[in-house]
Antibody, heavy 118, light 110 residues
Framework: QLQLQESGPGRVKPSETLSLTCTVS??????????WGWIRQPPGKGLEWIAS???????YYNPSLKSRVTISEHTSKNQFSLRLNSVTAADTAMYYC??????????WGQGTLVTVSS | QSDLTQPASVSGSPGQSITISCTGT?????????VSWYQQHPGRAPKLMIY???NRPSGVSSRFSGSKSGNTASLTISGLQPEDEADYYC??????????FGGGTKLTVL
């Protein structure tokens, strides 16, 4: 059974870079036809799609975050990661990784809370 | 890109039916049949309930159904049950090869 698990620092200082990793178990991130993505949710607010990467390596970004975000895959470790530069308090959120096939997010990790604070 | 528009809250009594709307544009909801719906209970990750407008993943109750007309998609829950109380989010693929979520709707089962 495929599972996703997010990992990373729970706290990041303003202006620094947030780095998160999603480890995939029970399946390969190189599987044909799948996208792997990141979605975030500020406390008490709604969901925001951040970025996705296709199994072929093609990347897709939310235009509002594109200048600060990089998504990448690490096939040898069966992981994919997110980097968000120049963070502010507005980037405080629960960050979820997810797998999608086609155009929906079918499988989610449990999420990891990242707080931006000095 | 702008969030899809959902009502902030809806409510219904057990056994009743409710419908949650999700309004976008001709560049997202209206452009493709790629609308999905997610249920989120407090402190939990979202769960896919409907995909490609009308399809239910395996294991999702048939009480959940989806539809679309023009730029507006809808999620209907029939025979409301207490465990249906949760936040619901719609999502659509867009003509810009991105994905966009709705602002979310809090469902209260009275």
């Amino acid at each position: 059974q495929l599972q996703l698990q997010e990992s990373g620092p729970g706290r990041v200082k303003p202006s620094e870079t947030l780095s998160l990793t999603c480890t995939v178990s029970g399946g390969s991130i190189s599987s044909s036809g799948y996208y792997w993505g990141w979605i975030r949710q500020p406390p008490g607010k709604g969901l925001e799609w951040i970025a996705s990467i296709y199994y072929s390596g093609t990347t897709y970004y939310n235009p509002s975050l594109k200048s600060r975000v990089t998504i990448s895959e690490h096939t040898s470790k069966n992981q994919f990661s997110l980097r968000l530069n120049s963070v502010t308090a507005a980037d405080t959120a629960m960050y979820y990784c997810a797998r999608h096939r086609g155009y929906n997010f079918g499988l989610w990790g449990q999420g990891t809370l990242v707080t931006v604070s000095s | 890109q702008s969030d899809l528009t959902q009502p902030a809250s809806v409510s219904g009594s057990p056994g009743q039916s409710i419908t949650i709307s999700c309004t976008g544009t001709s560049s997202d909801v209206g452009a493709y049949n790629y609308v999905s719906w997610y249920q989120q209970h407090p402190g939990r990750a979202p769960k896919l309930m409907i995909y490609d407008v009308t399809n239910r993943p395996s294991g999702v109750s048939s009480r959940f159904s989806g539809s679309k007309s023009g730029n507006t998609a809808s999620l209907t829950i029939s025979g409301l049950q207490p465990e249906d109380e949760a936040d619901y989010y719609c999502n659509s693929y867009t003509a810009s090869t991105t994905w966009v979520f709705g602002g979310g709707t809090k469902l209260t089962v009275l």
